[in-house]
């Protein structure tokens, strides 16, 4: 396994609850109400076009402005989950490379990284602003492949969500669910991960054991 790439929120660092409160301030001025589950239904759409079905286009544009400038305030109480430094400084020791695929865009997720000091671990991120369909497209983990120029199993993924989870299985990736935030995202029945943690710590003892036995 040579080559590690991680899914951003909720696997990398814990911003729960950080997208509703954005949500609430970009549309407080269009007096427009979504469900709880509105979350989910836009996962798949580019970062900058998650209004586009909700609104007209010149309030979509304005929703988004106040949605960048809240989350630039509330991407600040963002931070890395504990112990996914450990992880990240072993994976790095046995030179193996580590790359980002989030449905995030480009410059909040930098910002992020910047701010929690683990964008140094990283040689690439893959974005929803990066690949022309966001996940669960087969884009960014293509752009990945492609790079690499390496086989499908000596890569793998680690995802909270099965956006992350069903396109690495469908590569033949080896999938990794990442279950350590305080409500883990449930898979659907269909979708079963190669491995699955419930900690931080389980999960880096496994990664001892998968680099010593690739010596």
């Known amino acids: 396994m040579q080559h ?6 909720g696997t ?33 759409k580019h970062p900058h076009r998650i209004f586009e079905d909700l609104l007209s286009h010149e309030q979509a544009e304005l929703a988004m402005q106040r949605m960048r400038e809240i989350g630039s ?6 931070r890395p989950f504990e112990g996914i430094d ?13 790359s980002i695929w989030t449905g ?3 410059d909040s997720t930098q910002r992020i990284l910047n701010k929690t000091k683990l964008d140094g671990f990283f040689e690439r991120i893959i974005s929803g602003t990066c690949v022309p369909t966001n996940k669960p497209s087969h884009d960014g983990l293509l752009e990945l492949l492609n790079h690499h120029k390496s086989e499908p199993d000596t890569m793998v993924m680690i995802g909270d969500h099965h956006h992350d989870i069903e396109p690495a299985n469908a590569l033949g990736l080896v999938s990794v669910h990442a279950q350590w935030k305080k409500i883990p ?3 659907p029945e269909k979708i079963k991960p190669n491995f699955s943690f419930g ?10 054991l998968q680099l010593k036995s690739s010596k």
């Open 104 to 106: 995030r865009d480009k």
């Open 73 to 78: 305030e509330l991407s600040e109480t963002i």
């Open 4 to 9: 590690w790439i991680f899914d951003f929120d």
């Open 185 to 187: 995202h449930a898979l």
């Open 12 to 44: 990398l660092v814990d911003s729960d609850g950080i997208f509703y409160k954005a949500l609430g301030y970009a549309l407080q001025p269009f007096q427009v109400s979504v469900g709880d589950n509105f979350m989910e239904e836009i996962r798949h």
């Open 86 to 98: 450990r992880v990240l400084e072993t994976l790095e020791k046995h030179k193996v490379s580590l």
């Open 199 to 208: 900690s931080l710590s389980d999960f880096h003892d496994w990664i001892v």
